[in-house]
């Protein structure tokens, strides 16, 4: 378990499941240990921050030494190389903008105003309930946040299941909007937004909970 240097009351702490076999190999590096997750901490920091990639090394010797060494790919890749990977990472944000344009901008989407009065509810509710992600609102900028319609069935209720798909997926809307709208083999090809309609609700949080773990869903 990683816990924050600031203590018990800082109330940071991180579990990772590990078998005991990797234990014993780690417990007599734990200072190679602690290092190594403060820089991978801070190269996520910093891909965030500068969009580039970089990463770092761990070398083990004979004796079972190991050693540290920070590698900025930027130092393994020539200038062409930089500026053609720089312009497709340009491009690729550019192509996410203009989709994420289309979607905010289609007909299923609702304004906060507009949810309100499908839901029988004020604004500031509606904007409560965002936040507690007992609805889905996506986050349009200057269009401020859009609510897919079909989150609510015609019995004028929004979908029970956001809150546990928030658990499972992360706090971002964008990434619950994919998995709701996305087809999953897990769930016969179907999309999970189809999937629920259908009453399929363990399906679909069973399919969540795959894609969590990173497998295919």
Known sequence: MLKSAAGAAAGATLAVAVSPTVIDGLRPHRSIVKQMVEELSSLFSEARRSGRTAGFTITVDADGAPEINTLAREQAMDADDVAERDRAFAAARARGRVKAAEILGG?????????????????????????????????????????????VNDDGKPLEVLPQLFALL?????????????????????????????????????????????DFA
């Not at 304004?111 to 992600?133: C, E, K, P």
């Open 107 to 151: 007909g299923e989407m609702l304004s906060a105003d507009a949810m309100a009065d499908r839901l029988g509810i004020s604004r500031v509710t509606v904007n409560a309930r965002r936040q507690r992600h007992e609805l889905l609102g996506l986050d349009g900028a200057k269009r401020g946040f859009r609510f897919p319609a079909w989150q």
């Open 170 to 214: 992360g706090p971002s809307p964008w990434t619950v909007y994919r998995f709701l709208t996305q087809h999953h083999d897990a769930l016969d090809g179907a999309t999970a937004r189809d999937a629920l309609q259908r009453g399929r609700t363990a399906d679909v949080l069973d399919a969540a909970e795959s894609v969590a773990r990173g």
